[in-house]
């Protein structure tokens, strides 16, 4: 059902309408679904002064949807619980693999670090072996010049050359035992160089696997968190919808109560409403009408407004202060604030014919009051939080929303 500004009745209260039909206690109270009330009350104004068994059992029919929509929104409640239930059991699983994988990533991080670490050490030791290495060869470079000198002379005369003949006995041998330990200790440094290069080689290959492997692993970490975040952010989104709906169920079932007590009540009081005097009948006046206020149109009848909800009359967008002049002679009987629509004035212009004129500023005439068509009767505003200066209007036929337009001479104010 297509829904707009929304209207309810109770007999609870007591407003401007009861100066009128004093028997009658009303009170106005906004709702969103306004089709079923707003033509109950269509139908307590309408000029024929009573409930027809018709409008009863289109009343009743309405009911009956109503009832099958507090049905169908208590089912969506219903798979938006096992939804999020589903939304949350997978975002735990999620927050879970983020956590496991953030734990990998710590791992390979603290094997990483020591990897390098080693690689650190074993590199000091290769500078230190180098060093030493470097010392030797010095050494063993000095020994060998040394050598290579005594080369040059004749052992016999290098041996009458000394005076003591042991002496020299052992020069021969101390040069030839250092030369052979250098020798050794060269070949065991070049051996630790060796194997320092070895391992270097083994920790760059080690180093390299174990940064690719951070760079998996801190990749995933950031999937399995986008993953948790867009999981939690349907989650909070089905929590505020759950929230809304578990709201909308709430009214639409305060509506049922309601609506069937109204009906109850509507069927004895409406019998009582006498017909307004109106000389000129409505039906006849199509084509005919000026529009109730200068500006221009922004919302037309059976517009989409949000979703499901559509327009029953037309937005006219004017300057504040704009006079609201009444389309047809006829008697006020509402003159009052309304939620949604604001400062709100009804003509019932008889043959069950309304026009309805919402978010005025000022309103300059009262519940009981006789209007000839052309009178100013409000004047342009933007209260009920229409958000910019504007007049909303509508024509209704019973329950029935007419579009307006049809009715006016011009196709535009």
């Known amino acids: ?133 470097a010392a030797e060869r010095k050494a063993l470079a000095s020994q060998l010049r040394a ?90 989104q089905l929590n505020v919808e759950a929230r809304n709906r578990a709201a909308a169920l709430q009214r639409l079932q305060r509506e049922q109560a309601a609506l069937e007590k109204l009906l109850r009540e509507l069927r004895k009081a409406a019998q009582k409403f006498p017909p307004p005097d109106v000389k000129s009948p409505f039906a006849n006046l199509r084509g005919k009408l000026g529009w109730p206020a200068n500006g221009k149109v922004i919302a037309r009848f059976g517009d989409v407004r949000a979703g499901t909800v559509k327009w029953d009359g037309v937005l006219i967008a004017a300057e504040r202060g704009t006079p609201v002049r009444a389309v047809h002679q006829g008697r006020v009987v509402y003159a009052d604030w309304l939620a949604g629509l604001g400062r709100l004035l009804i003509i019932d212009h008889g043959d069950g014919y309304l026009s309805l004129y919402g978010h005025n500023e000022n309103l300059f005439r009262a519940v009981g009051d006789r209007v000839a068509a052309g009178d100013t009767v409000a004047s342009v505003g933007d209260s009920g939080g229409s958000g910019a200066p504007g007049l909303y209007f509508e024509i209704r036929r019973g329950a029935r929303p007419v579009d307006p337009v049809i009715w006016f001479r011009d196709k535009a104010p």
């Open 147 to 236: 050598a290579y000198l005594i080369g040059q002379r004749e052992p016999v005369e290098m041996f009458l050359n000394q005076r003591d003949p042991e002496l020299a006995g052992r020069m021969f041998s101390y040069y030839g035992y250092f030369g052979r330990a250098r020798a050794g200790q060269i070949n065991v440094i070049k051996g630790h160089l060796t194997e320092i290069a070895t391992l270097d080689r083994q920790l760059e290959t080690e180093r390299e696997r174990l940064a690719r492997l951070e760079s998996e692993r801190q990749q995933e970490v950031v999937r399995l968190d986008q993953a948790r975040v867009e999981r939690g952010q349907v989650l909070a």
């Open 1 to 133: 059902m297509a829904t707009s500004h929304g209207w309810f009745a109770t007999y609870s209260g007591n407003l401007s309408m009861a100066r009128l039909y004093p028997h009658l206690r009303l009170q106005f109270v906004p709702m969103k679904r306004r089709g079923p009330v707003l033509w109950l009350l269509a139908g307590l104004l309408a000029g024929s002064g009573a409930l027809s068994a018709q409008d009863a059992a289109r009343t009743e029919a309405d009911l009956k949807q109503l009832r099958a929509e507090i049905e169908r929104v208590r089912a969506q409640v219903a798979q938006d619980a096992a939804e999020r239930d589903r939304l949350a059991r997978s975002l735990r699983e999620a927050e879970k693999s983020a956590g496991a994988a953030r734990d990998q990533l710590d791992r390979v991080r603290g094997e990483r670090e020591e990897r390098e670490r080693r690689r650190d050490m074993l590199a000091r030791q290769r500078t230190e072996r180098e060093a030493a290495l």
